[in-house]
C-alpha cells in the first residue's frame, strides 16, 4: 500500500509507513489500518483530546467578552479621579475568546473586577470627602446644593452593592454639576475682584470713580455671598462699562498733564528720565486699546517713581453719575 493512503488512526493525517508515532498528533503507530476509514463511519477522538460542546462556548464567548468590555469602561470612566484601573490586555482578550476552557477565564475576570471594584469605591470615598468641602465653600455663597449631595451619597451606595456602571454615572454627574456651579462662583468673584481693581487705579490717578472702592467691593461682596450670581454679574458689567467711559474721556488729560509735570522737573535739572519712558509706554497701551492696562501702569508709575510734589485729585462721585 502506498504510503499515500497510510493514515493515523487518531487525527486522519497522511503518514509514512516507517513512522511509529503520528508527526500531527503524537498518537502511536503500532497497527496502521490496511486502507483509510470509510467517510460514512464516525471515528472518535482518543479520551485525552479536549473538547467543548458547540452551545457552550458560543454562549460563553460573548459574556467573556461583555466583561472584558465592561472593565474598558470603568477605566475610561474613572480617568477623572486619577485612578489606573487593573486591566487584562488586548491579547489576553483574543485568547479568552478562542479558549475551550472559558471556566477558566471566568475566574480570572472576577478576579481582575473585585480589585476594580475595591479601588473604585475607595476612591470614590475620597472624592466625597473632598466634594463634601466643595459643597460647603458653595452653601457659603447660598448655592444650594441638596440635590447634589443625594446624588453623592447615591453614587457610594452603587458602589458598596457592586453595581459599578451606574455608581460612576452618578458620579460624573454630580462632579460635572458642582464644576458648572464652581465656575459661575470663580468667574463672579474675577469680575468683582477686577471692577474694584479697575475703579482703584482710577481713583489713584485722580480719575472720578463711583464710590469709594474699598466700600464699593463690600458691598458687591455681599452681594456674591447672597447668591443672587444673575443680578450680580448685570450690575458689575454696568460698572465696567461706565468706568471705562471715564477712562476713556479722562486718562489723556491725566497723561498730558504729568507728562508737562516731567518736562517741568527735567527742565529744573531733576533726572525723570525714566518717568517719562514709563509715561510714553503706558500712552502707548491707551493709544492700542488697552486702556486697563495703561491705567495700572501710570497708577503705578506714580506710586513708585512719582514726584512728591504731583498729587492727583481724587473725586469720587455719587453712583450712577457717572
Known amino acids: 500500500m502506498a504510503d499515500e493512503d497510510l493514515r493515523c488512526p487518531a487525527c486522519h493525517e497522511h503518514v509514512s509507513a516507517s513512522d511509529t508515532r503520528c508527526p500531527h ?35 460563553a464567548a460573548p459574556d467573556l467578552l461583555r466583561r472584558f468590555s465592561k472593565l474598558q469602561q470603568w477605566a475610561e470612566m474613572v480617568e477623572p479621579l486619577g485612578l489606573t484601573l487593573p486591566v487584562l490586555p488586548r491579547w489576553a482578550e483574543e485568547a479568552a475568546r478562542r479558549a475551550s476552557d ?11 473586577e473585585r480589585l476594580a471594584q475595591n479601588q473604585i469605591l475607595a476612591s470614590l470615598e475620597e472624592w466625597q470627602r473632598d466634594v463634601r468641602t466643595r ?25 458598596k452593592t457592586g453595581d459599578i456602571s451606574r455608581a460612576l454615572t452618578a458620579y460624573q454627574q454630580v462632579d ?6 464652581e465656575r459661575h462662583l470663580d468667574t463672579a468673584r474675577e469680575e468683582l475682584e477686577s471692577v474694584i481693581s479697575l475703579l482703584r487705579d482710577m481713583a489713584g490717578v485722580g480719575l472720578r470713580v463711583p464710590s469709594e472702592p474699598n466700600e ?41 498733564r504729568y507728562g508737562d509735570f516731567l518736562q517741568e522737573e527735567r527742565m529744573q535739572g531733576t533726572p525723570v528720565e525714566t518717568e517719562i519712558a514709563e509715561l510714553g509706554r503706558g500712552a502707548r497701551l491707551f493709544a492700542q486699546g488697552h486702556g486697563e492696562e495703561a491705567l495700572h501702569r501710570m497708577r503705578r508709575l506714580l506710586q513708585m517713581h512719582g ?6 485729585s481724587r ?3 455719587p453712583r450712577g453719575a457717572l
Open 307 to 312: 514726584s512728591t510734589t504731583f498729587r492727583p
Open 102 to 112: 472559558h471556566d477558566r477565564w471566568a475566574d480570572v475576570l472576577t478576579g481582575v
Open 176 to 181: 460635572r454639576v458642582i464644576t458648572l456651579k
Open 25 to 59: 498528533c503524537g498518537a502511536a503507530l503500532d497497527v496502521l489500518p490496511e486502507r483509510p476509514p470509510p467517510s460514512s463511519v464516525r471515528v472518535e477522538p482518543p479520551a485525552g483530546a479536549r473538547t467543548a460542546p458547540a452551545t457552550r462556548e458560543s454562549g
Open 216 to 256: 464699593l467691593g463690600q458691598e458687591l461682596e455681599r452681594e456674591l455671598r447672597s447668591g443672587r450670581l444673575a443680578s450680580l454679574k448685570q450690575q458689575l458689567r454696568a460698572l465696567r462699562t461706565q468706568a471705562m467711559e471715564e477712562v476713556q474721556r479722562e486718562l489723556p488729560g491725566f497723561v498730558s
Open 315 to 317: 473725586t469720587p462721585t
Open 135 to 159: 459643597l460647603t465653600r458653595l452653601e457659603a455663597y447660598a448655592v444650594d446644593s441638596r440635590l447634589e449631595r443625594d446624588q453623592m451619597d447615591d453614587a457610594l451606595h452603587f458602589a
